[in-house]
């Protein structure tokens, strides 16, 4: 069975910046991120390829975050730059076999979410 586990949330001022960590065990696989604030639907972030050489980000991300990947430890982190109270979430990690764009239904795996609140 496959583990995603994130790690690095927690509380972050406005205008700071906060690195979330996600280590999937087994293969490498293609990664991405999502977020859920109260009350909405959860929505992709960004994603990474297996090989860590091609990424995609929702529209809205505009430079704000940035996806990487670590295949030496099987892992991807999500900087988040300037923060702002709208990024409070559960932000969530997910691994798929097959895309690291924003379906996700195409992901089979995830983590159960780490909680970033922003305050002002």
């Known amino acids: 069975q496959v583990h995603v586990r994130e790690s690095g949330g927690g509380l972050v001022q406005a205008g700071g910046s906060l690195r979330l960590s996600c280590v999937a065990s087994?293969?490498?696989?293609?990664m991405g991120w999502f977020r859920q604030a109260s009350g909405k639907e959860r929505e992709f972030l960004a994603g990474i390829s297996a090989s860590g050489g091609q990424t995609s980000y929702a529209d809205f991300v505009n430079g704000r975050f940035t996806i990487s990947s670590n295949n030496a430890k099987n892992s991807v982190s999500l900087q988040m730059y300037s923060a702002q109270p709208d990024n409070t979430a559960d932000y969530s990690c997910?691994?798929?076999?097959?895309?690291?764009?924003?379906?996700?239904?195409?992901?089979?795996?995830w983590g159960q979410g780490i909680q970033v609140t922003v305050s002002s």
């Open positions: 997910a691994a798929s076999k097959v895309t690291w764009n924003t379906y996700q239904h195409l992901y089979d795996y």
């Open positions: 087994g293969r490498t696989y293609h």
